[in-house]
């Protein structure tokens, strides 16, 4: 293997393995800026020493080990283990005899070392939009540039916030635990949101050259079946797992045999995984409140189940969505949102009504730089006739986006305007 495939193979690696790796090395030294640049010196070791020896049987495992030496390395020379020198002493020599291959012990169900270091990075000491970026760094092996997108926000400013979260949680002493009673509610949202932005930043990479990113729509669906077993009587704990199974279910379809993106309405629907299907409206079930009301994520996987029960797109239930979008927007409204109530009103009533409701967002703030919006309304157009705007708009989307395989799709869609 060649030196630039290695390198690509270690960025595969470190892609799957950097959260676990953060997250036990959080457990060990109690810091996650620390844990941090100490995976990123196990990351700088494999970039030095692998091209010549070898990818290693077990990555993850020689990234661990490797941490975990600097991390014994850091305690021995730092602060840290002249104020802590016998409980680190008797606590890593247990660890070392009962956990001899710590990668192996980080999945564990209660005690899960990753969702330990999500309610870390959540903690109220922090601020709502530093605690999404952190987990989003830390967990989900994001970049600063890829957070910034997801959250339609400069890099810059996602960089800066990063930077102070950690150094803010540094100063806290936060504890490396699973908050309990009040606590527990009280961070519950924000992990959930965090959570679904590592999904769909798996389910619709924002950047690269792969439409989809497996391992981080799995990562979140691990996290939320977690939850949902530490907290079952949390119904939106459970729509949130219904929506990304249900999502997840359309995966093998999303993609053709040359990687390149397949429309939602185009997909082969016997490719939609029936098992996650049905978990997902089983999750979708016990979602439901006592009192019949639903939180976002519960509206959200409803909508998803109208498409995974619909055996062929034409028979998609559109007025149902676009009433669940209606009860989403009226509880939670957002540019985002109204923006597929319009697909969906498009769908249901026609193209002329949804192109009014994505007019009237054309000036939002928020959706300046959100390429779906020129995307939704060029298919609008086209669907009106109105070719040559169609096509002009789709062509802003696809300069817009940085996805390599989203933007050959639009430059598609806006060379079949002239067709």
Not at 61 to 69: E, F, R, S, V
Not at 135 to 143: A, D, V
């Amino acid at each position: 293997m060649g030196a630039a495939e290695t390198h690509r193979a270690i960025e595969a690696v470190w892609r799957i393995e950097s959260a676990r790796l953060i997250a036990g090395l959080t457990r060990i030294v109690r810091d996650v800026g620390v844990a941090e640049e100490l995976a990123q010196d196990a990351l700088v070791a494999a970039l030095e020493q692998w091209p010549e020896s070898g990818i290693p049987e077990n990555p993850g495992a020689w990234l661990m080990a490797t941490a975990k030496n600097r991390a014994i390395d850091y305690l021995r020379r730092g602060t840290l283990i002249q104020q802590k020198h016998e409980h680190l002493g008797r606590e890593m020599a247990e660890r070392e005899m009962q956990m001899p291959d710590l990668a192996a012990a980080m999945d564990d169900n209660i005690g899960d070392d990753m969702l330990r270091l999500v309610f870390i990075a959540c903690h109220p000491v922090l601020s709502t939009e530093a605690r999404v970026a952190l987990t989003l760094r830390l967990l989900g092996g994001l970049t600063t540039g890829e957070i910034a997108r997801a959250y339609l926000s400069s890099e810059t400013t996602i960089a800066q916030r990063i930077v102070r979260a950690k150094r803010t949680l540094t100063e806290a002493q936060v504890p490396f635990e699973i908050p309990q009673g009040t606590d527990f509610t009280a961070r519950l949202s924000s992990v959930l949101q965090v959570i679904y932005l590592i999904f769909n930043e798996g389910y619709s990479a924002t950047s690269g050259d792969d439409w989809m990113r497996p391992a981080l729509c799995e990562e979140a669906l691990r996290l939320g079946r977690i939850l949902a077993g530490l907290v079952p009587n949390e119904p939106e704990v459970h729509g949130l797992v219904a929506l990304m199974e249900i999502q997840a279910s359309r995966s093998k379809a999303r993609v053709n045999a040359a990687g390149e993106p397949v429309l939602l309405l185009e997909q082969d629907r016997t490719k939609w995984d029936r098992l996650l299907i049905g978990r997902g409206l089983a999750a979708l079930e016990r979602a439901e409140k006592p009192d019949g009301k639903r939180g976002p994520y519960a509206i959200q996987a409803a909508i998803a189940a109208c498409h995974a029960r619909a055996v062929t797109a034409d028979a998609t239930d559109w007025a149902r969505i676009a009433a669940l979008y209606g009860e989403l927007a009226a509880m939670d409204s957002s540019p985002v949102i109204e923006l597929n109530r319009a697909v969906a009103v498009g769908m249901a009533i026609g193209p002329a009504a949804g192109l009014e409701l994505v007019d009237a967002l054309k000036d939002e703030p928020a959706l300046k730089n959100y390429h779906l919006l020129p995307s939704v309304r060029g298919d609008l157009l086209k669907k009106l006739g109105r070719t040559q705007e169609a096509r002009e708009e789709f062509e802003k989307a696809a300069s817009m986006t940085r996805n390599a395989r989203e933007q050959s799709l639009l430059f598609q869609r806006a060379r079949a305007c002239d067709e």
